[in-house]
Every structure is written in structure tokens, then in C-alpha cells.
């Protein structure tokens, strides 16, 4: 069986890497545990080698993103696996530090995926200066080709689907979290926003303050979330793309097909629903990000 578990990595490539790198590290508070010769940078907001990787290029756009698995099948297995489907991949080694051996694929939209099952736990632990989110949460894409992105995701990968927005947004989760990966409808494929978790509600306030400090507006928030329930916050990073901070979200119990019961909760028990609103307290956007994919 599969079992993709945890969101690793985002992979971007930029045009400047040194403003996205000074945004990481003394913005959010990241720490640079590598520089490779090509100047590429891996960044770490925690225990593994690394959560973000910043690459040269003549773009700005989110290159690919990393699954970790567990070691129910080797890569060679998961290889053979996703043949059975239809889909080509190829087992990489040593293209990154940290991570021995990558399985490469593309998911229908042609984002580029990387499935591991080790990373390096080599990073400095939590810094004491900048935002300090907790971890990576999830990623959200635009895609013209949703239906397929999301039966790929549910059907190979085994992500299990825990709320829909406007008949657009289709949330989905590998673990625990309410959330991990939210797939878009929308006229192009692109990164829609990449989340980071927070403390709490203190955390949500210190870091709003600390944006502002480095003369980073707020698109919009916080506010709390329908779907999942999360108090949420967006800001644009060096490069323009849209960066959630969140704290509270929705645990998703697979099990029993319902949400840890919340006092906030519409229902009782919280199933997964479809939702026609993006705010649970009707904060109006300062922010349309309902149009990203569609300019």
C-alpha cells in the first residue's frame, strides 16, 4: 500500500536568489543549512536538511514539490507501481544533500514530483529571530486540469479528499492535518500560495508585526477559514508568490470521517462538506485570491 505522509519541500526557482534567500532566512526565520557550488540553497525550518530549495534561473516559479513516503515499498516498488497506472518515473540518487534517492514523476498537470523516503535531520533546530513557523503545511495549485490532478493524487498517491470550496478548491490531505495539498480549478497551472503553520494566535499577531517591520503588506487576514477552519494570513514573498500563515487548523480523523469536534464547528460531528464561503467570520478580501491563475 501506499502511503505518501508528510509535505518535505518546495523547490523554486528564481531570478533572486539572494532576495528570496534574505526572505527565508531573516524574514521567516529559516536557517541556511547548504550552499551548493551552483549557488543553489537549501533551507531548513526545523529538524530536516531542508523544507525549501532556491535555484537560479531566468524564471520565478515553484519548480517541484517533495512527498516523503514510508518504507512499505522501496522506490523501485513505487516505481513499478505507478507503471501499473500509467505513469513514468525514474529513480534519481544524490541529486540534492540530504536525500540519497529521489522517484521523479510528473502529476497530470506536469508539475514536477519528487517521492523519498530519508532526508538528513541535519539542520540547526529552531532559530531565535524571525516569524519561526512551526513547519511547511501545505501547498495549493491552480490547475486547468483539476479533476485529473485530484484523482491522481486520491487514486495513486492515496491522499484523502476533506472539503470542496465554490465547487473550485478541493482539499486534500496525506496525514492527519486537514489539509496538505489543495488543487485550484483555474484557467492555468500555477502555485496558488504555499502555507507555513504557526503557534498560535500570538504567533498569527507577532508575525503580522513582523511584516510589517520589513515593509510587507498583508493581502488579506486574518481571518478564519471555512474549510478547515484555519486562522489564516497572506502576504507576497520577494518573487510574488502568495505565502499563507495559519494557526488552528482543522485534525482530520480518516478513521471516523470527521474533523476533531471544535466549538467553531458549523456541524457536530464536522464531515467533510462543500463550501460556498471563504471566510467562517465573512472578512471581506483586501485581496481577490480567488482570481490567482486567471490573469
Known sequence: MVNVFKLGYAEFITKDVEALLHYYTEVMGFSLVERAGDGTAYISSGLDHHTIILRESDNNR??????QLDRNLSLKEMQAYLKTHGITSEIKSDTQPGVPEILELS???????????????SAPRFRNRGIVPNKLGHIALCSRNANRVVGFYKEVLGFAITDRL?????????????????????????????AFELRGASHQYDSSDLLAQNKIPILW????HTAGHNIASYHHDPDKHIIELFTSMDIYLPELGYMEPRPWHED??????????LSYWGTEYGYNLATVGQE
Open 221 to 224: 487576514g486574518p481571518s478564519r
Open 107 to 121: 502529476d497530470p498537470d506536469e508539475n514536477t514530483v519528487h517521492l523519498y523516503q530519508t532526508m538528513e535531520m
Open 62 to 67: 515553484m519548480q517541484s514539490i517533495g512527498w
Open 268 to 277: 457536530l460531528p464536522q464531515a467533510p462538506r462543500e463550501w460556498d464561503t
Open 166 to 194: 465554490f465547487d473550485v478548491a478541493n482539499f486534500m490531505t496525506c496525514n492527519h492535518d486537514h489539509h496538505t495539498l489543495n488543487i485550484v480549478s483555474a484557467p492555468k497551472s500555477l502555485m496558488h500560495h504555499i
